[in-house]
């Protein structure tokens, strides 16, 4: 079974940085992927970047091309996504999603099957 727990969020000025870590147990990162979304009050998890474990490939979505890195460390089972030129639309919950069947579209929350508690990231103005 894989768990997973995030941590790094906090509060922010516009224009900060911050690094979110995702640790895992139980996910092979010979195989799978890791996803970051985020979510909003009220609005369902948005799509914000994705890691082939085993591959290395990498996607973001457009709003944090740029800005957002994410990252993975097989030795400390962890996947990271480091946040730079934070604006206050980033302000959101911030979760790890994993995947190992590879099935279904890599931006919907619906193709990952284990979740994190979340984190919370909020940047002010």
């Known amino acids: 079974q894989v768990h997973l727990v995030e941590s790094g969020g906090g509060s922010v000025q516009a224009g900060g940085s911050l690094r979110l870590s995702c640790a895992t147990s139980?996910?092979?990162?010979?195989?799978?992927?890791v996803a970051w979304f985020r979510q909003r009050p009220t609005k369902e998890p948005e799509f914000v970047a994705v890691m082939y474990t085993g591959i290395g490939r990498i996607h973001y979505d457009d709003f944090v091309k740029g800005r957002f890195t994410i990252s993975g460390d097989d030795a400390k089972n962890t996947v990271y996504l480091q946040m730079y030129r934070l604006k206050p639309e980033d302000t959101a919950m911030y979760y790890c999603?994993?995947?190992?069947?590879?099935?279904?579209?890599?931006?919907?929350?619906?193709?990952?099957?284990?979740w994190g508690q979340g984190t919370q990231v909020t940047v002010s103005s």
């Open positions: 999603a994993s995947d190992m069947s590879m099935r279904g579209s890599k931006y919907a929350a619906s193709s990952y099957n284990s």
């Open positions: 139980g996910y092979d990162f010979s195989r799978g992927r």
